[in-house]
């Protein structure tokens, strides 16, 4: 087989792994969410204090549209709101006690994911495979 098929469909079984993943991620308790709102979920989570505004700039999304995200979130009890001390203008957005539940389930599977991968892969190849995914995330 030629090497750029073996390319090919090396891609495609990169692409079935991932797509198992986010079925795992849609899956038991986390059913409900969609991908975009657990994205949303898991930013939030990484970035304790962040701004409608900075989510924006993270994302590369328009304010507008993160705002109504953000809004979703806010409805379902898993985001809130919290007015800074310092600028009565200024909200950050905060994780509610459902969230951070939320949070830990997608942890977990990201958790189930790593572990499968580590089961088949040694140390050094964990490692060769960040760096290949780092080289082909610069071209891409």
Do not use: C, W
């Amino acid at each position: 087989m030629n090497q750029e098929l073996e390319l090919v469909e090396s891609m495609d079984n990169l692409g079935k792994f991932s797509r198992k993943f986010q079925t795992q991620l849609l899956s038991g308790d986390l059913k409900k969410y969609t991908l975009r709102q657990l994205y949303y979920i898991e930013l939030i989570s990484k970035n304790e204090g962040i701004s409608v505004s900075e989510l924006s700039k993270t994302l590369d999304v328009k304010k507008s549209t993160v705002s109504i995200a953000v809004n979703q979130l806010i409805r379902l009890g898993i985001v809130t709101k919290v007015r800074s001390n310092d600028d009565k203008r200024f909200y950050f957005l905060q994780l509610t006690p459902k969230g951070k539940d939320i949070m830990k389930l997608h942890e977990q599977v990201h958790k189930n994911t790593i572990n499968k991968i580590l089961e088949v892969l040694n140390p050094e190849e964990v490692d060769n495979f960040i760096e290949i995914i780092k080289k082909i995330d610069s071209v891409i």
